[in-house]
């Protein structure tokens, strides 16, 4: 599991594309991906994010254009990654939908097996 910081509001989550559960921001713009990117531990040592997570939440701290602009290189280079992080959701809902429609298609069968031996 990796830290990450939002960069609206600086709480912690868990990727650089993950939805804020605070406030509910999530990149969607080549910068603001770029920059949600910068805000990781892949970039940044642990003490610097929990720095840039006190001065977001201050409303003090600025992006060094300087330091994104490479980011936004890089990304621009592999529209894969970008992809991923624009579509990368908590996979709990999707999981908990397929046990549903696999507990939904027990269900049916068990039903229509009953019926077929009732009608007997
Ligand atoms: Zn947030």
Redesign the pocket.
């Known amino acids: 599991m990796s830290l990450a910081i939002?960069?609206?509001?600086?709480?912690r989550?868990t990727s650089a594309g993950a939805l804020?559960?605070?406030?509910?921001?999530r990149g969607v713009d080549i910068e603001d991906l770029a920059r949600s990117m910068f805000l990781t531990d892949h970039y940044q040592q642990p003490r610097e994010l929990k720095a840039a997570s006190r001065q977001i939440q201050a409303g003090k701290f600025t992006f060094d254009d300087q330091k994104i602009a490479p980011i936004v290189k890089e990304l621009q280079q592999e529209p894969a990654l970008v992809e991923r992080l624009r579509r990368s959701r908590p996979f709990t809902l999707p999981l908990l939908i397929r046990v549903l429609l696999i507990a939904l298609l027990i269900t049916w069968l068990i039903l229509k097996l009953w019926r077929a031996l009732s009608e007997r």
């Open positions: 939002c960069i609206k509001c600086g709480a989550k804020c559960d605070v406030c509910g921001f």
